[in-house]
T-cell receptor, first 116, second 114 residues
Framework: AQSVAQPEDQVNVAEGNPLTVKCTYS??????LFWYVQYPNRGLQFLLK??????LVKGSYGFEAEFNKSQTSFHLKKPSALVSDSALYFC??????????????FGKGTHLIIQP | DGGITQSPKYLFRKEGQNVTLSCEQN?????MYWYRQDPGQGLRLIYY???????QKGDIAEGYSVSREKKESFPLTVTSAQKNPTAFYLC?????????????FGDGTRLSIL
């Protein structure tokens, strides 16, 4: 079975400061990991993914994420937050040893609030 | 522009009524998915389909049904057996493989009970 934990329901950051949104995962094999962002009453937008290779993954809108296998974490980061980054962020995982193309397992989401 | 279109944006269901949510994609993706989103619970998988005329139950399929007669379309029916249907429903599609492709999402349908 696969699972994702986002330990913080909400993260508050001042504009211009660095931000981190935490994610830990559990899979029986090796993970594919994804971050998505959701704005109110909209669908999810893909930000970045980790498949294999470099542990630091760069994505859209200046976001990046660091894969740490020993800590089973995939935290989302950005060096300088913008007010427009305020949204709901989801981490998702897929255990690629399972084969097939079934759905991702999502965390419960973290509300990111950037204060001007 | 390529993308996923979900309709209607808002839907109201009367007790005992079945309702159907539409999902159409022009991305030429083989795989399509339906998720349910409830506040504070993230997304939960209802059904998915990897190819036309084939679909599989997800984690919370009870009270829902789907069809996949065309590659572009994956409608979801919320039946009267689903006792708590109020939620935000999201459709997604992807290139099938071994789960390493990102999913593309529509803008959702919000279903409420009258």
């Amino acid at each position: 079975a696969q699972s994702v934990a986002q330990p913080e329901d909400q993260v508050n950051v001042a504009e211009g400061n660095p931000l981190t949104v935490k994610c830990t995962y559990s899979v029986s094999g090796n993970p594919y990991l994804f971050w998505y962002v959701q704005y109110p009453n909209r669908g999810l937008q893909f930000l970045l993914k980790y498949i294999t290779g470099d542990n630091l993954v760069k994505g859209s809108y200046g976001f990046e994420a660091e894969f740490n296998k020993s800590q089973t974490s995939f935290h989302l980061k950005k060096p300088s937050a913008l007010v427009s980054d305020s949204a709901l962020y989801f981490c998702a995982v897929r255990d690629y040893s399972g084969g097939g193309a079934d759905g991702l397992t999502f965390g419960k989401g973290t509300h990111l609030i950037i204060q001007p | 522009d390529g993308g996923i279109t979900q309709s209607p944006k808002y839907l109201f269901r009367k007790e005992g009524q079945n309702v159907t949510l539409s999902c159409e994609q022009n991305l030429n993706h083989d795989a399509m998915y339906w998720y349910r989103q409830d506040p504070g619970q993230g997304l939960r998988l209802i059904y998915y389909s990897q190819i036309v005329n084939d679909f599989q139950k997800g984690d919370i399929a009870e009270g829902y049904s789907v069809s996949r007669e065309k590659k572009e379309s994956f409608p979801l029916t919320v039946t009267s057996a689903q006792k708590n249907p109020t939620a935000f429903y999201l459709c997604a599609s992807s290139i099938p493989g071994y789960g390493n492709q990102p999913q593309h999402f529509g803008d959702g349908t919000r279903l409420s009970i009258l």
